[in-house]
């Protein structure tokens, strides 16, 4: 009976990774949030609430690219939100802590202060336009001065990969969601 219901749980997790769906699991005696490819709201867990350390990676292989227009950032009651517009279809992503942040293409390292580092890569995306000029101006270190997010990087537009680093005052849960009409990616990180 277990392996049935382990085999059972494989294949549905294999099919929700399929149709662009994240799912990031808990900390320990919080509730499950599950990201969503259609509206991006959190199956459970209050909106603003995240509950998560734990990578996240939907991909979106075979679209065409979206473009980055621009990267917001806002303190809220408890946690700190990071926006990303997008122009085009909603891109794959991944959501990692990293030791440092480093250059797309180079690989040098930002030199960027931080008690924590997460990382933002979305693909296939671009934050150029066709004649290669930028489509989200400024940086590459954005100051945010928030209760838990010190700074915003850009660490990189390469090779269909924008990456976006949030400089951390020290690693908390958080939780990505999509919105659409526009198309946003909202990354969420408590304070």
């Not at 010190?150 to 849960?173: H, K, M, N, P, S």
């Amino acid at each position: 009976m277990r392996a049935c219901l382990a085999v059972i749980a494989a294949a549905l997790t294999a099919g929700l990774a399929a149709c662009g769906t994240a799912r990031q699991a808990t900390l320990p005696q919080t509730p499950a949030t599950t990201e969503t490819g259609g509206t991006g709201s959190p199956s459970a867990a209050a909106p603003g609430a995240p509950t998560s350390t734990a990578e996240v990676e939907v991909d979106r292989s075979g679209t065409e690219p979206a473009v980055v227009t621009g990267v917001r950032f806002a303190a809220h009651e408890g946690y700190d939100r990071l926006v990303v517009d997008l122009k085009g279809g909603m891109p794959g992503y991944n959501v990692k802590w990293v030791d440092e942040f480093v250059q797309d293409g180079s690989g040098k390292p930002m030199g960027v202060r931080g008690g924590a580092y997460l990382q933002l890569t979305l693909f296939p995306a671009n934050a150029h336009d066709e004649d290669g000029e930028p489509t989200w101006s400024g940086g590459p270190v954005y100051a945010a001065g928030l209760a838990n997010l010190a700074d915003v990087v850009r660490t990189g537009d390469f090779e269909g990969r924008v990456g976006i680093g949030l400089a951390l005052d020290r690693q908390a849960a958080f939780q990505v969601t999509e919105h659409r009409s526009p198309n946003r990616l909202v990354l969420d990180v408590a304070h």
